[in-house]
């Protein structure tokens, strides 16, 4: 698998500036004022990118504290020269952004060879959660109040809602543990949890609108052939199908996705849970196979993401050769 910072790498016109270190929330002050130094300088003789495998919210969320492209860049902030590169698709940063795949790198790491039996399943829901979110609590306390737990696999780490799920649907060094850090392993798929459960209920990293981010969540229930249903921003659905992914419109209800209002589309993603909770397992999984199974390949397909990668750096080449 070869990442776009790879490709851009190679080519000595391009300096690649990681953007974590221009985050006053992640850095000191030293460290972040080093590094606009370092950009003002490349860019005398480098077209540079701003890179990132992160989502582009690190750019915009006032925690994060970012030091600004205007304030980095200076004179050079309304050229040609740099552009911005992240894994979400946004339109924040208009023609000077470009989508990477860098943070499915972890995911093929450590996922070799995947072998998940969905013929016969005992559980209804796959619902794992890191850091405690509003979002996410208003989910998990609407699915409880709707029996959607009550048969499921499901983790929480908050205040006021938790739960560790079983040994057998956790890796041996995790079990008894919540886990709501970063960590490579958190990338494999077990099989177990997707082979018991039917759906899986993912509650992405972002519920803004505007950035559609896929983290490790979505990339495993891909991965690992499992139907799903995702909190995140409105339009997150269209996302995956416009990067060739197909969705379960005919099979269940998807239009929460085009719902803005967040407290409204975890309503409707509740109905849809509660209908799928309903439907025969079997016969939904027989009839979503071809889908299921062209999401598994794409999602494997190591060659189609060196090529989507190669296209990228062509289509940054041709970017910076506009005067």
């Not at 953007?19 to 850095?27: K, S, T």
């Not at 989502?55 to 040609?80: D, K, M, S, W």
Request: glycine share 4%.
């Amino acid at each position: 698998m070869k990442l776009l910072s790879q490709y851009l790498s190679q080519n000595h016109k391009y300096k690649i500036l990681r953007l974590e270190n221009y985050l006053l929330g992640w850095h000191d002050r030293a460290h972040v004022d080093g590094h606009v130094s370092i950009a003002r300088e490349a860019i005398k003789e480098h077209n540079i990118i701003f890179y990132t495998s992160e989502h582009t919210g690190i750019l915009l969320y006032p925690e994060h504290r970012f030091a600004g492209f205007e304030n980095i860049l200076q004179e050079n902030y309304n050229t040609r020269k740099w552009i911005i590169s992240t894994p979400g698709a946004n339109n924040f940063f208009g023609e000077r952004h470009f989508l990477n795949q860098d943070n499915t790198a972890d995911f093929f790491r450590v996922n070799k060879e995947l072998d998940v039996n969905h013929h016969n399943k005992t559980k209804d829901f796959l619902f794992l959660n890191g850091k405690s979110t509003p979002a996410r609590v208003k989910l998990a306390k609407g699915m409880k109040h709707n029996q959607l737990l009550d048969n499921s696999v499901w983790s929480f780490n908050d205040v006021e809602f938790k739960n560790i799920i079983e040994n057998r649907y956790e890796w041996p060094q995790w079990r008894g543990k919540h886990i709501d850090f970063y960590c490579a392993e958190t990338r494999m798929v077990h099989p177990l949890q997707y082979g018991d459960t039917v759906c899986s209920v993912i509650a992405e990293t972002l519920d803004d609108n505007n950035i559609h981010y896929i983290s490790e969540k979505t990339f495993k229930s891909l991965a690992a052939g499992h139907l799903f249903v995702v909190l995140s921003g409105a339009g997150f659905l269209k996302n995956l199908q416009v990067r060739g992914f197909k969705t379960f419109s005919d099979f269940y209800d998807e239009s929460y996705d085009n719902e803005i209002i967040l407290e409204k589309r975890i309503d409707k993603i509740i109905s849809t849970l509660k209908y799928i909770k309903s439907c025969d397992y079997r016969k939904l999984y027989q009839e979503t196979e071809s889908i299921r199974k062209h999401n598994q390949q794409l999602m494997l397909d190591i060659v189609e993401i060196n090529s989507f990668n190669e296209r990228q750096y062509n289509i940054i080449t041709n970017y910076f050769s506009v005067p």
